[in-house]
Nanobody, 125 residues
Framework: QVQLVESGGGLVQAGGSLRLSCAAS????????AAWFRQAPGKEREFVAA???????NYTDSVKGRFAISTDNAKNTVVLQMYSLNPQVPAAYYC???????????????????WGGGTQVTVSL
C-alpha cells in the first residue's frame, strides 16, 4: 500500500513562492506517475501538475510558466515549486500517485488510487 504525505503548505503573499513536497512510503516515483491537485472549499478537486517516471510533465494552463513539478534523486519525493502565486481562497493541495498506465500523465482524480491527506495553501493580497 502506497502512503503519501504532503508538506510545505502555508500562508504566502501574492507574488510569492511556496514549495510543496510529497513523501511516499517507498521509492515509488521511478515506477509510478504522480500529480498534484488542489481543492477549494465547495469546489471540485482540480488538476494542477503531473509527472511520469520518464520525467515528462504536464500542467494546467493557469499555472504554466509559474509552477514546476519534479521528483528527487531518491525517487521517494515529488515536489511542486510554485512561483508568482496569485491571490486565491484557501485551498488544499493533494499529492496523487498511480502505478498503472505510467506513460500517461495523471490529469483526473479517477486516474489515481493513492492520495495524500493534503496541505493547505493560502495566498493573501
Amino acid at each position: 500500500q502506497v502512503q503519501l504525505v504532503e508538506s510545505g503548505g502555508g500562508l504566502v503573499q501574492a507574488g510569492g513562492s511556496l514549495r510543496l513536497s510529497c513523501a511516499a512510503s517507498g521509492r515509488i516515483f521511478s515506477t509510478h506517475r504522480a500529480a498534484w491537485f488542489r481543492q477549494a472549499p465547495g469546489k471540485e478537486r482540480e488538476f494542477v501538475a503531473a509527472i511520469t517516471p520518464s520525467g515528462s510533465t504536464n500542467y494546467t494552463d493557469s499555472v504554466k510558466g509559474r509552477f514546476a513539478i519534479s521528483t528527487d534523486n531518491a525517487k521517494n519525493t515529488v515536489v511542486l515549486q510554485m512561483y508568482s502565486l496569485n491571490p486565491q481562497v484557501p485551498a488544499a493541495y493533494y499529492c496523487a500517485a498511480s502505478g498503472h498506465a505510467t506513460w500517461l500523465p495523471i490529469t483526473r482524480t479517477s486516474d489515481s488510487p493513492y492520495w495524500g491527506g493534503g496541505t493547505q495553501v493560502t495566498v493573501s493580497l
